[in-house]
């Protein structure tokens, strides 16, 4: 994918799986410093389905959906949350977190050792990476 991606002069942001209405879908996000325009969202799409098809590494039916990540965009890695530190994002913690509570929403503090770390007020959070299922950015 990524070979795909340089090729049309973007960058892969992240890749998920999810099902909706019973239907697999495979989710490409791509970016480039200038934004992404609906031409190299097409073109991408274009050439990542050639690909895709060549391969074919996934034995089930699927659609596949190319988009810029957005401005409440996906964190998919700890070096993206660094690079919104001072931003406000929504976590959703995965079910084996021994916390209680499973979603913040808050200011990103800091990224410290493997560890996003959110103010909400008076109170800190401190969730490893690790147990972090999701991460947003929230648009203000």
């Not at 389905?49 to 409440?72: F, I, R």
């Not at 770390?117 to 147990?131: C, H, I, K, N, Y």
Request: hydrophobic share 35%.
């Amino acid at each position: 994918m990524e070979n795909v991606a340089s090729e049309c002069g973007v960058s892969i942001w992240g890749v998920e799986w999810t099902t909706e209405d019973g239907r697999v879908i495979l989710r490409v996000y791509v970016e480039h410093e200038n934004g992404v325009n609906m031409e190299t969202l097409t073109s991408v799409t274009r050439k990542l389905n050639l690909q895709l098809d060549e391969t074919d590494p996934v034995p089930c039916t699927y659609t596949l959906e190319v988009s810029s990540p957005g401005l409440e965009r996906r964190l998919f890695t700890l070096e993206q949350c660094s690079r919104y530190v001072g931003s406000v994002v929504k976590v959703k913690c995965t079910p084996e977190t021994p916390q209680s509570r499973k979603r913040f929403k808050g200011r990103l503090a800091a990224v410290e050792e493997e560890c996003l770390v959110l103010e909400d007020g008076a109170d800190t959070a401190r969730l490893p990476f690790s147990q972090v299922a999701t991460a947003h950015l929230v648009y203000e």
